[in-house]
């Protein structure tokens, strides 16, 4: 079981940064792989990032690509996302979630622990 509170969110300028938090109970938080997920109103929910618990792995959407990192710290039990060069079409609820899985995924089917999400508003 594992339980996942987002933070970090807030509200910037178009070409701003953000960085959101993802803190994970739980003592096997190493061995899942995290994914940011992010849903925009009146749009269904998008992948934007994941990390595998092994070997480091990670998958960005080409949306996001460049501009976003994922990175976790075990120790810590947290994932982050580095958003940068932010843009309005960015603005979403931003969601983590875990997945008890060796590999990567895409999608959210594959996760079983979300977070309360954190809402992210850029402005023009």
């Known amino acids: 079981q594992v339980q996942l509170v987002d933070s970090g969110g807030g509200m910037v300028q178009a070409g701003g940064s953000l960085r959101l938090s993802c803190a994970a109970s739980g003592r096997t938080f190493s061995k899942y792989t995290m994914g940011w997920f992010r849903q925009a109103p009146g749009n269904e929910r998008e992948f934007v990032a994941a990390i595998s618990w092994i070997a480091g792995r990670l998958y960005y959407a080409d949306s996001v690509k460049g501009r976003f990192t994922i990175s976790r710290d075990n120790a810590k039990n947290t994932v982050y996302l580095q958003m940068n060069s932010l843009k309005p079409e960015d603005t979403a609820v931003y969601y983590c979630?875990?997945?008890?899985?060796?590999?990567?995924?895409?999608?959210?089917?594959?996760?079983?622990?979300w977070g309360q999400g954190t809402q992210v508003t850029v402005s023009s």
């Open positions: 979630a875990a997945a008890a899985m060796l590999g990567i995924s895409y999608s959210g089917a594959d996760y079983a622990y």
